[in-house]
Nanobody, 124 residues
Framework: QVQLVESGGGLVQAGGSLRLSCAASGRTSSGYAAGWFRQAPGKEREFVARITWSGGSTGYADSVKGRFAISRDNAKNTVYLQMNSLKPEDTAVYYC?????????????????WGQGTQVTVSA
C-alpha cells in the first residue's frame, strides 16, 4: 500500500502560479510511477502529468504542456507539480496518483493509489 497526501492548492488569479506537492508513505521503497489527475465539477477525472520512478521520463496532457512541470525527489518521497500561466479552465480538484509500475497509466480507473485531492481555483 502507498499513501499519498497532497498540499499546495489554493486560489490564484489567471496568469499566476502554484506548486502542488504530494508526499508518499508506505511501501515506497520498491519504487513507483506517479502523476497528477484533475477533476472539474460535472466532468470526468482527467490525466494531467506523469513521471517515472527515476524521474527520467515525463508526460503531459496537451492542455498543460509548456505550462506545467512535474518533478520528484525520491529522497523525500515527494512529487511536485509546478503550474504556471494558470487559466480559469485549470480550476479543478487535483489528485496525486501512483502505481508500482514503470509508467503510470493516463486512464484514471487503471490507477491504484490516490491522494485525497487539493482544490485549485483560478479566477479570471
Amino acid at each position: 500500500q502507498v499513501q499519498l497526501v497532497e498540499s499546495g492548492g489554493g486560489l490564484v488569479q489567471a496568469g499566476g502560479s502554484l506548486r502542488l506537492s504530494c508526499a508518499a508513505s508506505g511501501r515506497t521503497s520498491s519504487g513507483y510511477a506517479a502523476g497528477w489527475f484533475r477533476q472539474a465539477p460535472g466532468k470526468e477525472r482527467e490525466f494531467v502529468a506523469r513521471i517515472t520512478w527515476s524521474g527520467g521520463s515525463t508526460g503531459y496532457a496537451d492542455s498543460v504542456k509548456g505550462r506545467f512541470a512535474i518533478s520528484r525527489d525520491n529522497a523525500k518521497n515527494t512529487v511536485y507539480l509546478q503550474m504556471n500561466s494558470l487559466k480559469p479552465e485549470d480550476t479543478a480538484v487535483y489528485y496525486c496518483a501512483a502505481d508500482p509500475e514503470l509508467v503510470l497509466s493516463s486512464i484514471w480507473y487503471r490507477v491504484h493509489y490516490w491522494g485525497q485531492g487539493t482544490q485549485v481555483t483560478v479566477s479570471a
